[in-house]
């Protein structure tokens, strides 16, 4: 055999072996850099997350008041001698008669985590102080929903109406 020939064989071999020993390595080392990329990337997303957790938590501290005055909006109790003590208040303060005060037994929304207590409200008043006294409630911190409201004419006493308010206090589960 000539020499050259014989050279370039093993020569063409050792580029062969050395071709299909180095392509596994490659591959692994590009699936490696994809690796270290993505890890990379979930680095920089938890960092973020750590930065907006600080920043909610610097948001919390400047807003506590705030945060404050709506637990006193939805407290987590009923505190039905509040909720009738302050319909009282409104209603004198407005001039309304109050007559009756009824409630009921509360509904538990456990979906969207409140309580609904149900009250209605018979009384004597002018429209005017109907006005006053509804605008007095919406002002009001705790919140109320009307979802009724009857007037009729009174003919005890003119110039009046016996007013009937029924109307939902909420205040949050636990």
Same mark, same amino acid.
């Given at each position: 055999?000539?020499?050259? +020939?014989?050279?370039?064989?093993?020569?063409?071999? =050792?580029?062969?072996?050395?071709? !299909? #020993?180095?392509?596994?390595?490659?591959?692994? !080392?590009?699936? /490696?850099? /994809?690796?270290?990329?993505?890890?990379?990337? +979930?680095?920089?997303?938890?960092?973020? +997350?750590?930065?907006?957790?600080?920043?909610?938590?610097?948001?919390?501290?400047?807003?506590?008041?705030? !945060? =404050?005055? %709506?637990? !006193? %909006?939805?407290?987590?109790?009923?505190?039905?001698?509040?909720?009738?003590?302050?319909?009282?208040?409104?209603?004198?303060?407005?001039?309304?008669?109050?007559?009756?005060?009824?409630?009921?037994?509360?509904?538990?929304?456990?979906?969207?985590?409140?309580?609904? #207590?149900?009250?209605?409200?018979?009384? #004597? =008043?002018?429209?005017?102080?109907?006005?006053?006294?509804?605008?007095?409630?919406?002002?009001?911190?705790?919140?109320?929903?009307?979802?009724?409201?009857?007037?009729?004419?009174?003919?005890?006493?003119? =110039?009046?109406?016996?007013?009937?308010?029924?109307?939902?206090?909420?205040?949050?589960?636990?």
């Amino acid at each position: 055999m000539n020499r050259d +020939l014989l050279a370039s064989i093993v020569f063409a071999a =050792g580029g062969f072996v050395f071709f !299909i #020993l180095n392509v596994p390595a490659y591959e692994a !080392i590009a699936d /490696a850099k /994809a690796v270290l990329q993505s890890r990379q990337d +979930l680095l920089v997303e938890r960092f973020q +997350l750590v930065e907006n957790v600080k920043e909610l938590s610097r948001q919390y501290e400047t807003r506590k008041n705030d !945060i =404050g005055k %709506l637990v !006193i %909006l939805l407290p987590q109790k009923t505190q039905l001698d509040q909720v009738i003590s302050a319909i009282y208040a409104a209603a004198n303060q407005n001039g309304i008669q109050l007559r009756e005060i009824t409630t009921s037994a509360e509904n538990a929304n456990l979906a969207a985590n409140y309580r609904q #207590l149900f009250i209605k409200v018979s009384s #004597l =008043g002018d429209y005017l102080s109907m006005l006053d006294w509804l605008r007095d409630l919406e002002q009001s911190l705790r919140i109320y929903d009307v979802s009724e409201i009857t007037v009729s004419r009174d003919n005890v006493v003119p =110039g009046k109406f016996n007013l009937e308010f029924k109307f939902n206090a909420y205040n949050a589960l636990k």
